[in-house]
Antibody
Framework: EVQLVESGGDLIQPGGSLRLSCAGS????????MSWVRQAPGKSLEWVSA????????DYADSVKGRFTISRDNSKNTQYLQMNNLRAEDTAVYYC?????????????WGQGTLVTVSS | DIQMTQSPSSLSASVGDRVIITCRAS??????LAWFQQKPGKAPKSLIY???SLQSGVPSKFSGSGSGTDFTLTISSLQPEDFATYYC?????????FGQGTRVEIK
């Protein structure tokens, strides 16, 4: 069974930085593209960023481009999201999502999420 | 970006009811459409991909249909564990986008 476990969420002041992690098990982690998807309180889901299976290619939503950086370490079965210059509107639960084998943006497994709160 | 619009935003239904949720894309997405179920405080769960294909382990009471711009998710006989919020998502074009959700509540 695929398991994705996020960590790193916290209360952080505007302008601050935070790094989220997502550890995978029960899968050959290095075979799959991965994404981060967030959900602000009471809102729908918003795709944030994706990384290819090998880590060479990345994509970002316009709302985070230039502030967030996605990366992965396949030797540790872990992906990361480095978030800089955080804003109040970045407050959300951040989910790690595994891509289906056929496409980056079809998600077939999700982690339980980690809460990021940006507030002074 | 492709806009995904779900209707209704919420509905009340009884156990045993047949429930239909619709999702409309702002442009043709062929069949690149997925459905997710989310319960309060929990992660989304993948139900359907390619508009009508069930993810492994998802019960057959869930079904999806449609192509192009108009899609539906049907729950054939609502059970207590089905009360949740349902989201559609297109993965035809970058960036992937989600509908606003349909909350299914107990009548």
């Amino acid at each position: 069974e695929v398991q994705l476990v996020e960590s790193g969420g916290d209360l952080i002041q505007p302008g601050g930085s935070l790094r989220l992690s997502c550890a995978g098990s029960g899968l050959t982690f290095s075979k799959y593209a991965m994404s981060w998807v967030r959900q602000a309180p009471g809102k729908s889901l918003e795709w944030v960023s994706a990384i290819s299976a090998g880590g060479a290619n990345t994509d970002y939503a316009d709302s985070v481009k230039g502030r967030f950086t996605i990366s992965r370490d396949n030797s540790k079965n872990t992906q990361y999201l480095q978030m800089n210059n955080l804003r109040a509107e970045d407050t959300a639960v951040y989910y790690c999502a595994k891509a289906a084998s056929s496409t980056w943006y079809l998600f077939d497994s999700w982690g339980q999420g980690t809460l990021v709160t940006v507030s002074s | 970006d492709i806009q995904m619009t779900q209707s209704p935003s919420s509905l009340s239904a009884s156990v045993g009811d047949r429930v239909i949720i619709t999702c409309r894309a702002s442009q043709d997405i062929r069949n690149y459409l997925a459905w997710f179920q989310q319960k309060p405080g929990k992660a989304p769960k993948s139900l359907i991909y390619a508009a009508s294909s069930l993810q492994s382990g998802v019960p057959s009471k869930f079904s999806g249909s449609g192509s192009g711009t108009d899609f539906t998710l049907t729950i054939s006989s609502l059970q207590p564990e089905d009360f949740a919020t349902y989201y559609c998502q297109q993965y035809k074009s970058f960036p992937p986008t989600f509908g606003q959700g349909t909350r299914v509540e107990i009548k």
